[in-house]
């Protein structure tokens, strides 16, 4: 199994362009989620998904937009990119949580981003 | 809400030493308790957890951490530290009901650099 993977590893964007970062997992997990992390903040979740056209805001969703047509995808878009947005972008999955605690969540290798 | 503080950004060890890195959290239900580690340009990977049960909780890479409700802690310790053990580390809560999503929240992390 590959895990999750994303693309592209790194992307330069001017300010106001658009572009949307992929992820795919292939452990079959209903539950998908969108982070961002900044320098000294720790991760922040901006969308999750529970399932296939199912997704809810996280934290720091403004700005961002996310859709779940099957159970491996959950791209995110960013519209109208701005500096805000410079960041390490990660993605993750797991199973759905159960009685007796959460299961992990599986995270891919990062996008980097940066918007000038 | 959730919260989580890890105290001390950076933490300097030689190696062989004991490794001991903070975490103190908030949470207004029984929380489910994460330490994870990133490895330089990598994304995140799960140590440790605790659910339920033992309080003490045995990780990968001769990682333990203790879960102490009196105090709100889970402090991550490896009683001797090793050079590849450099890395950044997250603790994170969730309060996820079951079915529901795992939404974890992170602290702000805890470079480790390991000395000879």
């Known amino acids: 199994n590959a895990g999750v993977t994303q693309t592209p590893k790194f992307r330069i964007l001017k300010i106001g362009q658009s572009m949307t970062l992929q992820c795919t997992q292939d452990m079959n997990h209903n539950y998908m989620y969108w982070y961002r992390q900044d320098p000294g903040m720790g991760l922040k979740l901006i969308y999750y998904s529970v399932g296939a056209g199912i997704t809810d805001k996280g934290e720091v969703p403004n700005g961002y937009n996310v859709s779940r047509s099957t159970t491996e995808d959950f791209p995110l878009r960013l519209e109208l990119a701005a500096p805000s947005q410079t960041s390490v972008y990660f993605c993750?999955?797991?199973?759905?949580?159960?009685?007796?605690?959460?299961?992990?969540?599986?995270f891919g290798p990062g996008t980097r981003l940066t918007v000038t | 809400a959730q919260s989580v503080t890890q105290l001390g950004s950076h933490v300097s060890v030689s190696e062989g030493a004991l490794v001991l890195l903070r975490c103190n959290y908030s949470s207004s239900v029984p929380p489910y308790l994460f330490w994870y580690v990133q490895y330089p340009n990598q994304g995140l990977q799960l140590l440790l957890k605790?659910?339920?049960?033992?309080?003490l909780v045995k990780g990968i890479n001769g990682f333990e951490a203790e879960f102490k409700k009196s105090e709100t802690s889970f402090h991550l310790t490896k009683p001797s530290a090793h050079m590849s053990d450099a890395a950044e580390y997250f603790c994170?809560?969730?309060?996820?009901?079951?079915?529901?999503?795992?939404?974890?929240?992170f602290g702000t992390g805890t470079r480790l650099q390991v000395t000879l």
């Open positions: 994170a809560v969730s309060e996820g009901d079951t079915g529901t999503a795992s939404k974890l929240t």
């Open positions: 605790y659910t339920t049960g033992a309080t």
């Open positions: 993750a999955s797991s199973p759905p949580q159960r009685a007796g605690g959460p299961f992990e969540q599986y």
